[in-house]
Every structure is written in structure tokens, then in C-alpha cells.
């Protein structure tokens, strides 16, 4: 179980499980509302401040707060430390209550699931966000060059607009570029291998669209590289 594992390792283990689940859907919710109670429940339990267990995990008593009212989760990079904390399985956290063993192994492919699908889902909107700033950056970029083409002004701030415009160009591909290399996966057109580039295997591969002609890390052969959200 993930539990068993050191606690550096049990988010690490929860990922990698959830790469089993394919392309499976099915329509799990996490309960901000219950995961916010039971850990508020928990903390009284362990005669914890919401100020005192802020200071455990080095954040704010702010953040506790949403986590109690169903405004927000906690960070995953925080999650194992304060299952520590309140004495409860990651499991446990999200399904918003102690689970017993006999339900543990349906509780926790019901979580996983839903985890797989909530990731799907925001890479969905990081793509689409890839988009957008692509199109605000090419629009930057072509007002300062038009401003500096048709309005009077000396050629030395002609200059410092397309070099600003320039500048803010680059900065909006690289932020979008840094969205599609972390958002899904590439598949190996050889192998069928999903992976994650480096950024600059990334940004210096020939492209159509989102397919990009790379090195597969596993059969080490090039091919056009298409990006996909589900990993098999």
C-alpha cells in the first residue's frame, strides 16, 4: 500500500499508480465539503490548531482554512506529510473518511480514477490556456510593431517599442511552450511509449501543430511525436 511507503516516496508511488487506469471513465467526484470536515475533524482530534498545523506543514493558517470549508485541496506535494500529521492513509483524505480494509482496495481504484481524470481534465484547460497566450503574445508583438511604423516618435523609442514587443513575444512562447511540454504526454510513433520531453527537446524539434518530430527516450528512434492527455 501507499502507506507503507516513506513518506518522500508515497506521492511519487500514488502517480505512477494512476498510469494503470488507461483510458477508463468513470464518474468519481472527490467531496471538497467531506475531505474539508474530516480534516478539520482530525486536527481537533489531535488537539491541533488550525495556526498549529499550519506551522507543521510551514503555511499559512489561511490555507487550512479553505482546506476546512471546501474551498480548495491541499498541495500534493504536502499531502503525505499531513496524512502524517492527522494519522490517516492518503486514501483516507480523500474519500473524506477512514477507510476500512475490506473497502480499501475499491475505495482507492475509485480515487485513482478520479485523479487520472481531473488530471486529463486540467491539461485540457492548460492547452487550451497554450493557445490563448500564443495569440495575446503575436498580438503584443504586431501593436508595437505597428506603433512604431505609423505613430511620430523618434527612431530611438521606434526601436525600444519593437525590441519590447520582441521581448514580450519570446517570454509568451516560452511560457507556451512550457504549457504543451508539461501538459499530457507525447506517444512514440514506434513504439507507442507516452512520455514527458525535456523543454528543449521540446522547443528546438520541428513541429505541425502539436506533433513534434523527436527522439523517443525509450527505442531511441525519431518520429512525429503526437501529443495525447490519457496515458495507457
Known amino acids: 500500500m501507499v502507506d507503507d511507503l516513506p513518506l518522500n516516496q508515497r506521492y511519487v508511488d500514488f502517480r505512477v ?3 494503470y487506469i488507461g ?3 468513470e464518474e468519481y467526484k472527490i467531496d471538497q465539503i467531506k475531505t474539508g470536515k474530516f480534516i478539520a475533524e482530525r486536527r481537533k482530534l489531535m488537539h491541533l490548531t488550525q495556526v498549529q498545523l499550519a506551522e507543521k506543514l510551514s503555511i499559512t493558517d489561511r490555507a487550512v482554512s479553505k482546506w476546512e ?5 491541499p498541495d500534493c506535494t504536502i499531502i503525505p506529510e499531513l496524512c502524517d500529521i492527522l494519522q490517516i492513509s492518503i486514501n483516507d483524505l480523500f474519500n473524506g473518511e477512514v477507510v476500512v480494509m475490506e473497502n480499501y482496495k475499491e475505495k482507492s481504484e475509485k480515487l485513482l480514477l478520479e485523479m487520472a481524470t481531473q ?3 486540467a491539461d485540457k484547460k492548460m492547452l487550451s490556456m497554450e493557445i490563448l497566450v500564443g495569440v495575446f503574445s503575436t498580438i503584443i508583438l504586431l501593436s508595437f510593431i505597428l506603433m512604431a ?3 511620430a516618435m523618434q527612431i530611438w523609442l521606434r526601436i525600444c517599442l519593437i525590441v519590447g514587443g520582441f521581448i514580450l513575444f519570446v517570454i509568451g ?4 511552450l512550457k504549457i504543451e511540454q508539461t501538459a499530457g504526454y507525447y506517444q512514440c510513433q514506434k513504439c507507442n511509449h507516452q512520455y514527458v520531453p525535456t523543454f528543449k527537446s521540446v522547443f528546438f524539434a520541428p513541429h505541425i501543430n502539436r506533433t513534434r518530430y523527436m527522439r523517443c ?3 531511441g528512434k525519431k518520429s512525429w511525436n503526437k501529443k495525447v492527455l490519457n496515458k495507457e
Open 217 to 219: 527516450p525509450k527505442c
Open 119 to 121: 488530471k486529463e481534465e
Open 149 to 151: 511604423s505609423l505613430a
Open 17 to 19: 499508480r494512476i498510469s
Open 173 to 176: 512562447i516560452f511560457f507556451a
Open 69 to 73: 470549508t471546501g474551498k480548495s485541496m
Open 23 to 25: 483510458k477508463r471513465k
